[in-house]
């Protein structure tokens, strides 16, 4: 079974400073790649994904990553943070059969992102 | 409505009783999943729906669980002779397809606590 893993449960950084988030999946076939936040008291929102195609994608409020098919990496990236992307950040995968999707996604444990004014 | 809406936000209820969850999904979603968030878990995958039918009930951690989706609409999660170790925040989320391009729209989820 997929699994999929992310390195840092818990980041602290000021304002301005840059973001990587790392993100590694254990599928070897095709997969779709997701990331999800959760800002404080709201629900599960998606930042932006990955189908095919260019391996860097761009998401919402400034957020990229970029696909590295070689190291099952999905990192996440944010050149500037805002006091305002204080969340938590979830990776996730779907695995892909011949073209369609199995359905659910296999979620990593999530990384807490602090970001100090 | 525009999004993914669950009932109730939040339930509390004693040990051994039994308890549903309601999700409605996007209007015109074929795929509706559901998944739970608890401490130490993290996100896990339950159950998911292709229309009214559930090919994919890996999930589910014990006969306890059941779900079911009527009109390929509205779905329930039903969980039986609940114990303190189901406490967590139930997500539903649904999806236009279960296709090569699958994008899930998550709910706000609820927060179900057994005393």
């Known amino acids: 079974a997929q699994s999929v893993s992310q390195h840092n449960h818990h980041v602290i950084l000021s304002e301005a400073a840059s973001l990587e988030l790392g993100c590694n999946y254990s599928?070897?076939?095709?997969?779709?790649l997701f990331w999800y936040v959760q800002y404080p008291g709201q629900h599960l929102q998606l930042l932006l994904k990955?189908?095919?195609?260019?391996?860097l994608v761009k998401g919402i409020k400034g957020f990229e990553a970029e696909f590295i098919k070689s190291k099952f990496s999905f990192n996440l990236r944010k050149p500037s943070v805002q006091w305002s992307d204080t969340a938590e950040y979830f990776c996730a995968v779907n695995v892909l059969a011949g073209g369609t999707s199995y359905g659910k996604l296999t979620f990593g444990q999530g990384t807490i992102l602090t970001v100090h004014p | 409505g525009a999004g993914v809406s669950q009932s109730p936000s939040n339930k509390v209820t004693e040990k051994g009783k039994d308890v549903e969850l309601r999700c409605d999904p996007i209007s015109g979603h074929t795929a509706l999943y559901w998944y739970r968030q608890s401490l130490g878990q993290g996100l896990e995958f339950l159950i998911y729906f292709q229309g009214n039918s559930a090919p994919d009930k890996s999930g589910l951690p014990s006969d306890r669980f059941s779900a079911e989706r009527t009109g390929g609409s509205v779905s329930t999660l039903t969980i039986q002779r609940t114990q303190q170790e189901d406490s967590a925040v139930y997500l539903c989320?649904?999806?236009?397809?279960?296709?090569?391009?699958?994008?899930?729209?998550f709910g706000p989820g609820t927060r179900l606590t057994v005393l």
């Open positions: 989320a649904s999806s236009l397809t279960t296709g090569s391009y699958n994008e899930q729209f």
């Open positions: 990955y189908f095919s195609g260019d391996p």
């Open positions: 599928y070897g076939g095709t997969v779709n």
